[in-house]
């Protein structure tokens, strides 16, 4: 039986085009269809060693042909932790021997491996190896089971590949899309590029614009090929998205910027009905949708009212007093000492902070801070316009 790689284009969004390909063992099916191989991996009644030798000859043909190639691409192999506790340090690497055999530069060339069973000094020895030659590194499946974040840190890598079903779950939101936008913030954090497979719909294209993929691959693209194609044939699919997604999120920050106007325009008339340590809030008028509670700090972050909460009744938004909060202390947190520079740099304005989850209310949240004088603060919680709505 033959084994023989076919190549999957990775799209890099920022230009447009191709910018590498992930070689995939495959195998002639009776109906001379070239299938996956990949389920007999994790088949245990395969022979492991048969399934090494497998799929190293699928990894010296793909670089073979990726040799012959003009095109100004990275190749990316798979390896799977496993196979790593086949090499001690004293023995040649096959995959670093088939590139010095068909002379590839080892800078196009991304290892990209699987979390999962295996020895993790040896893979990290091993991955050292790869990077002491000039290899990049790419961990697939990232946000699965197996992931561990001290790998992160040992191994600097390159790429994170997104687990293909935690992407899925994310677009529906919950726990999985927070865990999604925590691996994007520590893609950007560590100089990591995020490459999100299994891209098969205009809906996630635009999901994965959205968690800041550099990289994508999938069948909304194309599937593994037989052969590379022009690098440039993603442009006339991917300009248009962008230009599109483009327009979308205009139309979104006008809104999020028209909501919070209307909000800070609120939280100013707030500001004019304290009263010392309270707040006269039979005065204002009905609090917008999206307001949650105001409450007073001093200067050292310490909460000296109560939470006056707004909730809903059938007559309207009633506020409501809540002594729960009082005497916290939340100068620990990033708006109040932002607010506080802002104060001793004698600007007379108000500070909104990152969106963050409220813990009572599971609302996506931001809080608005303003000095009111020398020792007394005003923080209003609101939801984000989405949580709004």
């Known amino acids: 039986m033959k084994y023989f790689p076919y190549f999957q284009p990775i799209i890099d969004i920022n230009k447009m085009s191709i910018v590498g390909y992930e070689a995939l063992g495959r195998v002639r099916a009776d109906n001379g269809d070239a299938v996956s191989v990949g389920a007999m991996f994790g088949d245990a009644s395969f022979n492991r060693r048969d399934l090494l030798a497998m799929d190293r000859s699928v990894r010296e043909q793909a670089i073979s042909y990726f040799s012959k190639s003009p095109q100004d691409v990275f190749l990316s192999l798979n390896l799977s932790p496993e196979w790593m506790d086949y090499i001690a340090d004293s023995v040649p690497v096959p995959t670093l021997d088939m590139v010095e055999k068909w002379g590839v530069e080892p800078s196009r ?8 069973a295996g020895d993790n000094d040896n893979m990290q020895r091993l991955l050292a190896r790869y990077r002491a030659a000039g290899m990049r590194v790419a961990i697939d499946d990232f946000g699965s089971g197996f992931s561990h974040l001290d790998r992160i840190i040992a191994l600097e890598p390159d790429i994170l590949k997104l687990d293909m079903n935690l992407f ?36 996630e294209f635009y999901y994965a614009l959205e968690c800041g993929a550099r990289y994508m691959q999938g069948y909304f693209f194309w599937p593994a090929l037989p052969e590379f194609i022009d690098v440039d ?28 106007t209307n909000m800070e325009s609120y939280f100013l008339s707030v500001q ?12 204002l008028a009905e609090a917008p949708a999206g307001l949650l509670r105001v409450f007073l700090c001093d200067d050292c972050g310490e909460q000296i009212s109560p939470n006056y909460e707004v909730v ?7 506020w409501q007093q809540d002594h729960v909060d009082l005497g916290s202390n939340w100068s620990m947190r990033p708006y109040f000492y932002q607010a506080l520079a802002a104060k001793q740099l004698q600007q007379n304005t108000h500070i909104a902070s990152s969106p963050y989850r409220d813990i009572r209310t599971g609302y996506l949240c931001q809080t608005i801070a303003m000095f009111l004088t020398e020792n007394r603060m005003l923080f209003a919680d609101i939801k984000c316009l989405d949580e709004a709505n």
């Open 109 to 116: 060339v991304v290892i990209e491996f699987v979390e999962g």
């Open 312 to 318: 809903n009744q059938t007559d309207g938004r009633v």
């Open 168 to 203: 899925k779950r994310a677009m529906a939101g919950g726990v999985s899309q927070e865990v999604v936008q925590s691996i994007a913030y520590l893609a950007r954090r560590t100089g990591s590029k995020l490459l999100c497979e299994g891209v098969e719909t205009e809906q």
């Open 272 to 283: 004019a009905a304290v009263n010392g340590r309270s707040l006269e809030y039979a005065a």
């Open 233 to 260: 044939s993603p442009k006339e699919l991917v300009r248009p998205l962008l230009a599109s997604f483009v327009n979308q999120n205009v139309d979104n920050e006008k809104q999020r910027i028209q909501y919070m």
